[in-house]
Nanobody, 120 residues
């Protein structure tokens, strides 16, 4: 069974920084792209950033220049470094990974989410 577990959320003042982590565990054969999404109250889930297994990354326009996605392939972990945070970044942040478990088909897995609140 594959699991994604996020950590690092919390309350931060506008202009501050946070670093989110997401660790994948279980019977993993290969992890392809990993990504972060977020969902603010009353809004649909939206794409934030994505990184391939070869570390090619892309970002939503709203976070470009402020957020950085990275990954540690040896530890099956993806990170989201968030800087210059704004109140509109407040949301539950979800980790997503395209994973091939051992002896199974590729599937998109989701973490349980971690709350990020930007407020003074």
């Amino acid at each position: 069974q594959v699991q994604l577990v996020e950590s690092g959320g919390g309350l931060v003042q506008p202009g501050g920084s946070l670093r989110l982590s997401c660790a994948a565990s279980g019977n993993i054969f290969r992890i392809n792209a990993m990504a972060w999404y977020r969902q603010a109250p009353g809004k649909p889930r939206e794409f934030v950033a994505r990184i391939t297994s070869t570390r090619i990354s892309n970002y939503a326009d709203s976070v470009k220049g402020r957020f950085t996605i990275s990954r540690n392939n040896a530890e099956n972990t993806v990170y989201l470094q968030m800087s210059s945070l704004k109140p509109e970044d407040t949301a539950v942040y979800y980790c997503n990974a395209n994973i091939m478990p051992i002896m199974q088909d590729v599937y998109d897995y989701w973490g349980q989410g971690t709350q990020v609140t930007v407020s003074s």
